[in-house]
C-alpha cells in the first residue's frame, strides 16, 4: 500500500548515498573467542575459566544428568571427533562457558547431526551468575541476564549436518552480577531418549554494538519467540513460565494466518478478561519520541480493550513505572481483518526508569474472556526531527515524497532506522508499485545485459542504478546470487527472483538454484538480520564458469561478495594482449582471476599473491582447471612485505598489476588510504622494467578519480619513472554508472607503459 511522506529538499538528496551500502564489503567476522569448538582436543568435566572454551557439567552432575555426553569420533562434520549427547527420558539441557566484552556483539554458529525433530528445542545465551551449592550437594550454575533465547533447529532431515547461527548482544555489567564477563551457550532440548552430535562451535566477535533503539527483531512472529522478556533489540517475547501459567489462556507462533510472511502471533484469552499477558521489551533513549506499530486480526468485540506502552522498573518481574502513551482503545474487533495499530510515545526522564536500562513494554489491557486475537509486524522506531511525516506508515512501505512547498518527488520506500530514510523507486507518483512495474524493470535491466556484456556470468540487477534500490542480483552461469540490503526491497526480494528466473527461461535460461548473500553488516542499519542460504531447493554451491576464454570455479557461498568479482571483467581482457610471452606479477590476486588471463594469454611466467589461503588454494585449482599450472604459481604473502624483498632481490617484470581491496570505505580515512596506494604503486613501479606495463586499480568511490590519479602521479616522480598512458577504463557495463548517484562510479582502472627517466 502506498503511504504519504512529506519530507525536506535537503534530506531527499541522501538518497544517492545508497551505493555506500551496496558496495560496502567489510564483512568479515573478526576474534574467534571458543576453543575446541570442532572438540578436536579433550574437553573439561568441570566449568572451566572463560578462556577455556569448551566446557561440560562436573562428574556429578553428568550423573545426575543420567545421560552420554562425550567426545565422539563416530560423526563429526569436520576434523574427527564431534559432541555426542544422548537424552535422558526427560527434558534437559547443557552449558558451555566463553568470554564475552561488554556492550558488544557476537556470532555463534555451530552445525548438528539429529535423526529426529528437535524444532521445539531452543538455544540460550545467558550471562554468568554465579556456582552455588543446590540440594544435592553439588555445584550448579545459575545464571544473571538472558541475553538471547531462540528455536534455531530445524525439522529433521535425517542423515545430514546442519547449520544455526545468530547473533546477540552481550549487555552490560548489571547482565553479569558475579562481575565477571562470561557468557553461556545453552542448549535446552524438549525432546526424550534422542541423540544429537554438535560439532564446530564458532563465537565471534562483530563490533561494538549500535544503540538498538527504533529496531525491533522478529517482529514478525518468523523466529518463533523467547519465553521470557528478552535482551535490549532481540525482539518479541513472553511472560515467564508461571505467568504464561497464571494467564490460562493460549499464545503461541502460528502458520494459520500471517499479514506479512509465514507466521503470526495466536492468543485466545483466558475464561476471564484481564491483561493479555503478551510482553514487548525494547530499550529506548530518554526524552526521545517512539513510534509503535503493529497489525492484529480480532475475532470477537475487543472495542473495550486498551493497550498502553510503560516503562519497565524491573525487567524481571515486568512490574511498571509509568504509563508512556495513556491506555488507547485502538481495535476495531467487529471485522475480521487484518488492521493497523500505531501510536507515539515519549520516552521520558530517569525517574521513570528504575532498572539501570531504559527499558519499556507494551501492554494490553481488558480482553474479552474466550476471544481470540493474531498479532503480526511488530515495529518500533524511534522519530527523528530531519522528516515531517504525515499519515500512516510502517517501516519498509512505499511512501510518496513531497518537498517542502509540496512538489511531489517520487516514490520510494521508508525506513526510519535506516541512514537512508527514503530509497527512491519513480519518480512518477502515480505508479502502482505492482508484479507488472517489478517486471519491467527487470526485463529492462536483462534487455540492457543482452546488449552491453557478455551474460554467461554477469550482474543482472545492480541496485539504484537498476532502478531497483538495495538489490544485487550476480549471474554464474545458471545460478543467481542475491544480495538484499534494503528492508523496502527485501519484502520484494522472491517476487523479483521469480521474475527474473521467468525473464530468463524466455531466453532458453533455466535458473538451477539461488542463494543469498544478504549477511553484510550494513543490513544492521536497516534493523534487518545477516541472512545467508538457499532460497528454493539446494545445490551444489561450488559453480564453474568461464569468462574471457578463462574457466574459474566459483564458491557461492563462502567467497568475497556474491562469490567472484565480475566487475573487472573486461578490465581483465585488456591486460591478455600485454602478457604474452611475458613475464607477470599479480597482486591482490584473489582467485587468481587477473593471473589467469595473463597466463592464458601466453605468459611464460606468472606468479600471483594473497594474503588469504583459501583464496591461494582456489586459484591453484584454477590454475590446474585452465591447464596452466606449469606457468602460473600462487603465494600466500603480505604484498606489502613481499614486493620490498623482490625490490631487494633486483626483480623485474613485464607486467604487474595491482588489484588491491578498498583501502577506504569513508571520507574520514581518505588520508591514509592516499598514503597506502601511493606505496603499492610506488613499489611496483620499481618492479616493473623499463618499457614495461602497470596495471593499476581502487575500488573505492571515496577514493576519486581525480584523488586517485594525482596519488599514481606523486609515486612515478618519487621513483623517477615516467608514465604514458595505455588507456582509462571503469567497472564493466553490467555495473552501470548513474549519473544521478556518484557512489555508482567507483572502479577506476588504468594501464601504463613505464619508462625510466633518460
Known sequence: MKRVATVLMAFVLLISSLFILVNATDDTAEGELFKNGGFEEPFSLTVPNAEQGIAQWTDEQKKQFNAGMERSDEKAHSGNYSMKIKLPSWYQSTSFRFGVKPKMRYNIEFWYFAEADFSTSSVEIKAHKNLNVNQWGNKSIEYG??????????????????????????GEKSDYPSGEYVAYLRFQFNIKEQTIYLDDIKVTELGEAKDPAGILTNGGFEDDFAYYMPYIGQGIGQWNAKQISDFKGKMEVTSEKSYSGKKSMY????????????AFGFEVKPETDYAVEFRYYAKGDFSNSTVSVQSVNNNQKCTYSKNLSGSLKYWDGTQEKWQKFSVKFNSGTA??????????QIEFAGVPQNTEIYFDDFRIAEISDDLILNGNFENGDMITVHDFDGYPMGQGFINLNSKIRVRLMTRDVS???????????VKNAWEYRKKVVDTGSCRLIFGEADFLPGLVVDKFSDVLVVESLALGIDRLKEQ??????????????????VYERSDAKVRQNEGMERVKGFIGKEFDTNVQIEENGVKYLVDVKDGQKTGFFLDQKYNRL????LCKGARVLDCFTHTGSFALNAAVAGAREVTGVDASELAVEQASKNAILNGVQDRAKFLCRDVFELLPELEKKGEKYDVVILDPPAFTKSRSSIKNA???????????????????FLATCSCS??????????????????????????????????HPILWAADESYYLKFYIFQVVDEK
Open 145 to 170: 541476564a538472558n541475553l538471547m533465547q531462540q528455536k534455531i533447529f530445524a525439522d529433521n532431515e535425517s542423515g545430514k549436518w546442519k547449520k544455526a547461527s545468530f547473533e546477540f548482544s552481550s
Open 267 to 278: 492468543v485466545k484469552a483466558p475464561t476471564w478478561s484481564g491483561v493479555g499477558g503478551i
Open 351 to 360: 525517574e521513570n526508569y528504575d532498572a539501570e536500562k531504559y527499558i519499556a
Open 431 to 441: 505508479r502502482e508499485i505492482d508484479r507488472d512495474f517489478l517486471y519491467e524493470r
Open 496 to 513: 523479483i527472483i521469480e521474475i527474473l528466473k521467468e525473464i530468463l527461461r524466455q531466453d532458453g535460461i533455466e535458473v538451477r538454484g
Open 574 to 577: 585488456a591486460i591478455q594482449k
Open 674 to 692: 592516499v598514503k597506502g596506494y601511493r606505496e603499492i604503486n610506488l613499489r611496483a613501479m620499481k618492479l616493473v622494467k623499463d618499457g614495461g
Open 701 to 734: 568511490h571515496f577514493m576519486s578519480y581525480e584523488l586517485f590519479t594525482e596519488t599514481i602521479g606523486q609515486a612515478a616522480r618519487n621513483v623517477h619513472k615516467r608514465l604514458r598512458q595505455v588507456e582509462f577504463r571503469t567497472q564493466a557495463p553490467d
